[in-house]
Every structure is written in structure tokens, then in C-alpha cells.
């Protein structure tokens, strides 16, 4: 079974749920009437399906070769990718017209980006990663670096990197100790160590442009002294070609459980020459622009995980033959039924359906709010679309990847025994979707992130926008007699998230480790409550296209799976709410010496 991009279900979101078509008159969507987006999904589709899904498994196994001059090879087949997808201005879809892209609304490039990572999720990082490195230069960066490198990360030409973990600092950036001595001629020589470095060396491109965090010396300690630095593996000549090689250095590669493609470095910087990005100190405020837009790709690469794994499920349960049905044999001239008749395969089955299809709708009803808070005329529209970027980013990237682990786990497990070997493509998946928990901040970090800093800033003025928009759902379509269990549970589930938003409220300024117990059950909640949202709005869709006769069973199908999730999946939000208001006194009461 190979990865069929959904194309179909890009096209439904971006034409009916979006309707993109609405905002032709803004910059980027001008460009991307919806014929023309449907053009570059069926070709994103090709692309992904074509050249890179058939390097999946060879990356996996064959995973990257460091060698002692501190070059890193990538996997056999992938240098011949890159170049066909760097020749075909992948990386440049949503980059600015200014330097070389093609300037269309970064919810486009995201369709590109999810069917990249369901095709090979290592491979998909390296222009990942330097789309990142893109955005912070454009965010922070002078007008002369953004001339010399914006273009060529644009392209792909060069490949980019964040910099930030160190052997005694991850999570807690303010530990870091890689230094920046300023020089006579404005750059800095930079010196540390890095690890982790996803991407920090390799054969795909030219040069590699590394953005490291540092502290110059003399800054104050903690997250207030730390500095951004443009660091290039070979230093920019007169014509800005590649020359002379910089200090920065791989001296090698991590074992990994998944995502063996792509080469996690540890990288030395000895007296790197590097540019400031910004100014002083105000480094983790430009590094942010990358690790929100990281966090939205991190999130997707659940989902992205989540759809390759259910599909190679799904293609596995019609084939394995098990048992027989309880209501009697489907399969009677064989040795026995395939395992799809099984309402326990079908509830694995149908979970994944029901995460997939609304995490994916979240994911671009998001990306598409940043196009907004980028480009839309209206100030309000601007501040309201810049608030829920600000609100969700935590939601997508913890949600949605805790959730894209249980797919995989799913998926692995409708294989049964075949799931726990290298035969199937299930144990890959399971293994390379496990490290999004993980890396752009922990989801933990995520839950933290979205109690202690989101729900507050402005007053709480994004949820409270976010509760009004769902009242107004409820309002507008509650009479209606097939879309009601859908505004009912979705009414429901809101209020059990303004009880938890209230209860944090009251309980976790007093006591702060409240918050803190409760932040992944809150985490849960909301995630819940969005997906009971892209539910509602699918379904209204999908009803207003039956009600007209169009008798395809995709739009049927849309509101099944999306009954099946307001009564097996939104049940949960009860549970999540129960935990989240018991507090920490428990959690807390051992001493650690107990554990
Ligand atoms: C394959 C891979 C690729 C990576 N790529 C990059 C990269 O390209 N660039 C880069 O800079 N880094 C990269 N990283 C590093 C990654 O971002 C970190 O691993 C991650 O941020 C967590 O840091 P840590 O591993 O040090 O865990 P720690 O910070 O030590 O955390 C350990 C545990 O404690 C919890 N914890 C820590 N602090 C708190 C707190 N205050 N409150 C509650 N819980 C807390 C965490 O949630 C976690 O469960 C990569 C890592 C891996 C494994």
C-alpha cells in the first residue's frame, strides 16, 4: 500500500470550509483562485506521492552516514529528490514575490507541506526547517541580509537550521552558554556546542544557513541576554556564492528511533563568524516567528503521520482475513471475513477517520487566520485573526500530535503481530510521529504555554473572541434538524471549556502548580472543543450539498464520521474537565524521594 494524498479532502477544506475564493481581493489569494489551487494540490499530490513516498522506507533503513571531515550523506535517492523538488519551486510556494517565491497564502503551502511530511516526514524537514529560517530573517533580519539570503532560501538553494538546544539546556533556554564575541568589523565569532540540530549538516544543498542562539558576553544572564545570529557554513563571497568555511562543524549524528533521514547533528561552533539577526538580547523574540511557525508544522506532521498510518491500516483491514463477522459471514466463499467487519478493527478505523478529517480542517482554518493577520485590510480582522494564531498554536501542536500517536498506535495495531515487525510500514510511522511530541517544546511545555501565557494575554481576549465566534455558530444554526446533535455537542463542549477556563482562573493564580496539573487535561479540552467546531462547520457543508442533491457519498460520509466523533470521541472533554478541577494537591503530596 502506497500514501494517496487526499486530495480530494485539501480541495473540500480550501474550497467550501475556507472558501479561499472570498479573499481574492487580498494579497497571495489573488494569485490562487480556486482552480488554480486545486491545479497545485492534484500536483503536490503527484510530487509527494511519486518522489518522495518511494524514499520513505530507504530512509528509514538506510538512515544518514556521518564521516570524519564532518560531512553527513543523506540517504541513497534523496540528494536526486531535493534537486527535482527545488527544480519544481516547492520551497518557494509561499515566499514572498520580493525574494524569489511565489507569494501565495501560506495555507497553501501547508497543503504542500502535510502531504511532504505523510510522503516521508524526514525528508520533509529539511525544506521545513529552512522555510523557518526564511521567516525569521524576513522577520528580523536587516534589508541587506534579507537580499543575500532570503532568495536562496526561498529556493531551497540553501538549506536553514534553528540552533538552540545544548547538552544542559532544552526546554529552559535561559541555561544557554554558547558565546558571541563582537568583532571590529560589526560580525561576531561564535563559540559552543549545539545538539539535536536537525538538519545541521548534509549533502542536499550548497550551503547550510544556521541561525544560533547566543549570549554576546557581558549580556545578563537568564533569557534576557539571548542573541540571534545568522552563522552560514560557508561564508557569502563579494557575489554571495559560497566561500571560505566557517567554524561550524558536525561531529556526528544521533541514534534516533524514527526519522532516520534526516541528520540530527551535533554541531560545534569555534569561533563561527555570525551576524546579528535584530538587536541584542532580543533573540528568543525573533527566534519565536520560527518556532510558532515550527510548532504549526510540528502539529501537522501529526496529522500528516496520523493519514499514512490509517491509510496503510485501512488498506491492511480489507486485506486480512480473521474470524467472522458477528452478523454472520460477508466473505462465506472464504477461508474467513477480512478484518474490517470487526466493530473493534472499525472503532480504531473510525477514531482515526474522526481525528484526521477535523484535525486537518483545524490545522488550515489556523493557517489560514496567520494569511489574515498577514494581509487582511481590516484592522480588527487583523488583530482578531493574529489573536487566534497566537491561542491555537499550542492547541495544534500538542492536540493534534498526542492525538496522531494514538492514530499510529491504531494503525499498528489493526496489523496486529505484522504491526511489530519492519515488514509493514506501521512501526515507521508509530516511531517517526513519536518525536513530535517531543521537539518545538514538549507538549508539556505546549499545555504550560497555552495556561500560563495564551489564555491570559490581553485579557483573555482571544478565547473570549474564540467562545462568541462558536455562540454565534450555535445561534445561527441551531434549529436546524440534522445539524443539531452537532451544535448541540458542540454547545456543550464549549461551556465544559469556559468552566475550565474558570476554574483555572480562580485556582491556578493562587496556586500555581494548579495550573500546571492542569494544563494537558486543559490542553485536551480545548483541543476537543475545536475538532467539536470543524466538525459543526463540516457538517454544515456537507448538509447544505445534500439538501441541494448532490448525492456523493463523501458529503454522506462527512456527516457519519462526524456523528461517530460527537458520540465516541467528545465524551472525553467530561473526563478532561473532571481531571483538570481536582487540582494538584495529590500530584504533589509525595515527596520526590518517594517516587
Ligand atoms: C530528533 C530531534 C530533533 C531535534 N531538532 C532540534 C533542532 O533542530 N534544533 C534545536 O534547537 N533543538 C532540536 N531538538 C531538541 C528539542 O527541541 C528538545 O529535545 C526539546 O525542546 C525538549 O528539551 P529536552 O530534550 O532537553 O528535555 P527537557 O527540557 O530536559 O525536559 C524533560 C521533560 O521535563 C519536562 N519539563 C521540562 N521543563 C518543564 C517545566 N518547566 N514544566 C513542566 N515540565 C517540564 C518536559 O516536558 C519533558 O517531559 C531536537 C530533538 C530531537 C530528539
Not at 514575490?97 to 524537514?125: D, K, R, W
Not at 549538516?201 to 547566543?214: M, P, Q, S, W, Y
Not at 452478523?327 to 477517520?353: F, Q
Request: hydrophobic residues 40%.
Amino acid at each position: 500500500m502506497t500514501y494517496q494524498p487526499p486530495v480530494r479532502d485539501h480541495i473540500f477544506i480550501l474550497a467550501d470550509i475556507l472558501n479561499i475564493d472570498q479573499y481574492g481581493d487580498l494579497p497571495g489569494f489573488a494569485d490562487a483562485p480556486m482552480d488554480v489551487v486545486s491545479q497545485i494540490i492534484e500536483e503536490s499530490g503527484k510530487f509527494t506521492a511519486e518522489v518522495l513516498a518511494p524514499l520513505n522506507a530507504v530512509g528509514d533503513k538506510e538512515g544518514c552516514h556521518w564521516f570524519p571531515d564532518h560531512t553527513v550523506a543523506t540517504p541513497k535517492g534523496f540528494k536526486e529528490a531535493y534537486a527535482q523538488l527545488v527544480e519544481g519551486g516547492w520551497p518557494a510556494l509561499g515566499a514572498e514575490p520580493a525574494y524569489g517565491g511565489q507569494g501565495l497564502p501560506h495555507v497553501i503551502n501547508l497543503s504542500f507541506t502535510e502531504m511532504c511530511s505523510s510522503a516521508n516526514m524526514a525528508f520533509g524537514m529539511y525544506p521545513g526547517l529552512t522555510h523557518g529560517a526564511y521567516s525569521a530573517i524576513l522577520a528580523g533580519g536587516t534589508q541587506d541580509q534579507k537580499d543575500l539570503y532570503l532568495p536562496k532560501l526561498a529556493s531551497g538553494q540553501w538549506g536553514g537550521t534553528m540552533n538552540l538546544t545544548e547538552p544542559h539546556c532544552g526546554t529552559d533556554l535561559g541555561l544557554l552558554r554558547t558565546k558571541a564575541v563582537p568583532q571590529a568589523d560589526g560580525s561576531y565569532k561564535i563559540s559552543g556546542t549545539k545538539i539535536w540540530i536537525s538538519g545541521g549538516e548534509h549533502d542536499l544543498a550548497e550551503n547550510i544557513v544556521h541561525l544560533v542562539l547566543a549570549r554576546i558576553e557581558g549580556a545578563p544572564e537568564g533569557v534576557r541576554g539571548i542573541s540571534l545570529f545568522i552563522v552560514p557554513k560557508f561564508l557569502p563571497d563579494s557575489e554571495g556564492k559560497p566561500g571560505a568555511r566557517n567554524g561550524v562543524y558536525c561531529d556526528g549524528l544521533e541514534e534516533k528511533m524514527g526519522i532516520h533521514g534526516n541528520a540530527t547533528c551535533v554541531m560545534r561552533h569555534e569561533e563561527a563568524t555570525g551576524w546579528l539577526v535584530g538587536t541584542e538580547n532580543q533573540g528568543l523574540r525573533i527566534m519565536f516567528v520560527m518556532m510558532n511557525e515550527a510548532r504549526i508544522g510540528v502539529g501537522l506532521q501529526g496529522i500528516a503521520q496520523a493519514e499514512a498510518a490509517y491509510q496503510a491500516a485501512a488498506a491492511f483491514a480489507k486485506d486480512r482475513l480473521q474470524g467472522r463477522s458477528l452478523t454472520g459471514p460477508k466473505n462465506p466463499e472464504g477461508p474467513a471475513d477480512p478484518i474490517i467487519v470487526h466493530p473493534d478493527v472499525r472503532r480504531m478505523l473510525m477514531d482515526s477517520r474522526a481525528i484526521i478529517e477535523a484535525g486537518r480542517t483545524f490545522l488550515f482554518w489556523t493557517a489560514m487566520h496567520g494569511d489574515l493577520a498577514h494581509s487582511h485590510p481590516d484592522e480588527a480582522v487583523r488583530q482578531k485573526a493574529g489573536d487566534y494564531m497566537a491561542l491555537m498554536t499550542p492547541v495544534l501542536k500538542g492536540y493534534l500530535t498526542d492525538r496522531g500517536l494514538k492514530v499510529c498506535s491504531d494503525a499498528l495495531q489493526i496489523h496486529g503481530g505484522s504491526g511489530f515487525t519492519e515488514h509493514f510500514p506501521a512501526s515507521q510511522y508509530m516511531r517517526d510521529v513519536r518525536i513530535s511530541l517531543i521537539y518545538e517544546g514538549t507538549n508539556g511545555v505546549q499545555a504550560l504555554d497555552l495556561v500560563g501565557r495564551k489564555l491570559a494575554a490581553d485579557g483573555g481576549r482571544a478565547v473570549m473572541s474564540f467562545f462568541a465566534e462558536i455562540d454565534a455558530f450555535v445561534a445561527a444554526h441551531g434549529e436546524d434538524l440534522i445539524l443539531k446533535p452537532f451544535v448541540e455537542g458542540l454547545d456543550a463542549a464549549k461551556v465544559q471549556l469556559q468552566d475550565g477556563t474558570m476554574w483555572l482562573m480562580q485556582n491556578g493564580l493562587a496556586n500555581p502548580d494548579n495550573a500546571g496539573a492542569a494544563s494537558t487535561d486543559y490542553m485536551h479540552l480545548f483541543g476537543l472543543t475545536a475538532l467539536a467546531y470543524m466538525w459543526a462547520k463540516i457538517a454544515l457543508v456537507a448538509q447544505t450539498k445534500i439538501a441541494a442533491g448532490d448525492t456523493d457519498p463523501f458529503f454522506a460520509n462527512k456527516l457519519v464520521i462526524g456523528r461517530y466523533y460527537l458520540q465516541r470521541i467528545l465524551p472525553d472533554a467530561a473526563s478532561h474537565l473532571a481531571k483538570l478541577k481536582s487540582g494538584s494537591e495529590l500530584m504533589m503530596a509525595l515527596p520526590a524521594d518517594a517516587f
